[in-house]
T-cell receptor, first 113, second 111 residues
Framework: GAGVSQSPSNKVTEKGKDVELRCDPISGHTALYWYRQRLGQGLEFLIY????????KSGLPSDRFSAERTGESVSTLTIQRTQQEDSAVYLCASRRGHSYEQYFGPGTRLTVT | RKEVEQDPGPFNVPEGATVAFNCTYS??????FFWYRQDCRKEPKLLMSVYSSGNEDGRFTAQLNRASQYISLLIRDSKLSDSATYLCVVNRQSGYSTLTFGKGTMLLVSP
């Protein structure tokens, strides 16, 4: 079946511009996560959505970062006024209700020049 | 102390070797533990869960030591295809909500 998809796969943007990254979770998965992975580093938790509950935003590094999710479908991660340190791979993952396993998308590689 | 700590490696081993990785975690309340695998420039994928009694999946064996708060992964008869980064993963709180990923241990298996 279809896995988690993310778009775009690659994004190059100029410092100061806004970017929007998209994640399509696996159908029926109620939980959705965004992570950031800088080159050679581990996964950094950003935000977590669970159904219609308020999202856990505790990992967002600054107010330039925001994310939305409509119901149990698509999510968008927006980074405003991008900085060079925002360059990373942004990974999205989804999970079924009563399971620990997170299924990851292929990621969006963001490069801020 | 970091929530999840791993030796970054790399571990360089020949084909057929046995190799073991350890991971320590700081939150004694953690209940669930996993090993994920991440190939170069790819997304992480679940390798196996880690159960209190220890568990085995083919050439892979996972162990949990709650008293010392560490988890181990043993790979027997290494294959070239085992070359990857192995991520130790621990749940941050009760329930299914959030997982904390270690930075990973890189394994390189050579012919």
């Amino acid at each position: 079946g279809a896995g988690v998809s993310q778009s775009p796969s690659n994004k190059v943007t100029e410092k100061g511009k806004d970017v929007e990254l998209r994640c399509d979770p696996i159908s029926g998965h109620t939980a959705l996560y965004w992570y950031r992975q800088r080159l050679g580093q581990g996964l950094e938790f950003l935000i977590y959505f669970q159904g219609n509950s308020a999202p856990d935003k505790s990992g967002l590094p600054s107010d330039r970062f925001s994310a939305e999710r409509t119901g149990e479908s698509v999510s968008t991660l927006t980074i405003q006024r991008t900085q060079q340190e925002d360059s990373a791979v942004y990974l999205c993952a989804s999970r079924r209700g009563h399971s620990y396993e997170q299924y990851f998308g292929p990621g969006t590689r963001l490069t801020v020049t | 102390r970091k929530e999840v700590e791993q030796d970054p490696g790399p571990f360089n081993v020949p084909e057929g070797a046995t190799v073991a990785f350890n991971c320590t975690y700081s939150n004694s309340a953690s209940q669930s533990f996993f090993w994920y695998r991440q190939d170069c420039r790819k997304e992480p994928k679940l390798l196996m869960s880690v159960y209190s009694s220890g568990n085995e999946d083919g050439r892979f064996t996972a162990q949990l030591n709650r008293a010392s708060q560490y988890i181990s992964l043993l790979i027997r008869d290494s294959k070239l295809s085992d070359s990857a980064t192995y991520l130790c993963v621990v749940n941050r709180q009760s329930g299914y909500s959030t997982l904390t990923f270690g930075k990973g241990t890189m394994l390189l298996v050579s012919p």
